[in-house]
């Protein structure tokens, strides 16, 4: 079956560094999204990683490596705006995307 | 704001009664979805449609019945709903469907409590 696994929680302080991982096995592979969903609100899109390599933008930069099945999430100098669920995607081989269960940020002062 | 928009944004129904659910988008794209959103739990993907067109039905209830008159608006329609389908509803919108990498885009979704 297609599975997406990645940590349900994590805590960090601001100012610091986070890296939120995330494990894939599906039927293909089109890309892997990351998206940003803040309580109550709409998941917005933050990365799409199709190539191997590290995409960077701003304060946030985003890994892939297809042959480990594996990405991740880097945000550095945390603001409290950044308290979010971060969820990850992989388009499968029918261009359909399986999501995991998401990331739950909690940053502390 | 991200040029999809969902109303109701809270409802509150008994299992007897229909309701819809409306999803519009201001964005010229060709493909809009449905997804459930229950907590902790991936996204489950309802509906696809693309120029109006149903292409996906991932085994959804048939007390879901979804409608898209047009490329800018798409509706759910709920009637004899169970307590275990309370959920957040999202609807989603992306320029084409064939090329499943392009972004999506949500709505604020509609917080569904059924009694």
């Known amino acids: 079956g297609q599975n997406i696994d990645q940590p349900t929680e994590m805590t960090a302080t601001e100012g610091a560094i986070v890296q939120i991982n995330c494990t894939y096995q599906t039927s293909g592979f089109n890309g892997l999204f990351w998206y940003q969903q803040h309580a109550g609100e709409a998941p917005t899109f933050l990365s799409y990683n199709v190539l191997d390599g590290l995409e960077e933008k701003g304060r946030f930069s985003s890994f892939l490596s297809r042959s480990k099945g594996y990405s991740y999430l880097l945000l550095k100098e945390l603001q409290m705006k950044d308290s979010a669920s971060y969820l990850c995607?992989?388009?499968?081989?029918?261009?359909?995307?399986?999501w995991g269960a998401g990331t739950k940020l909690i940053i502390k002062p | 704001e991200t040029g999809v928009t969902q109303t109701p944004r809270h409802l509150v129904m008994g299992m007897t009664n229909k309701k819809s659910l409306k999803c519009e988008q201001h964005?010229?794209?060709?493909?809009m979805y449905w997804y459930k959103q229950s907590a902790k739990k991936p996204l489950e993907l309802m509906f696809v449609y693309s120029l109006e067109e149903r292409v996906e039905n991932n085994s959804v209830p048939s007390r879901f019945s979804p409608e898209c008159p047009n490329s800018s608006h798409l509706f759910l329609h709920l009637h004899t709903l169970q307590p275990e389908d309370s959920a957040l509803y999202l609807c989603a919108s992306s320029q084409e469907l064939a090329a499943g990498t392009d972004t999506q885009y949500f709505g604020p979704g509609t917080r569904l409590t059924v009694l």
């Open positions: 964005l010229g794209h060709n493909a």
């Open positions: 995607a992989v388009s499968d081989s029918n261009y359909q995307l399986i």
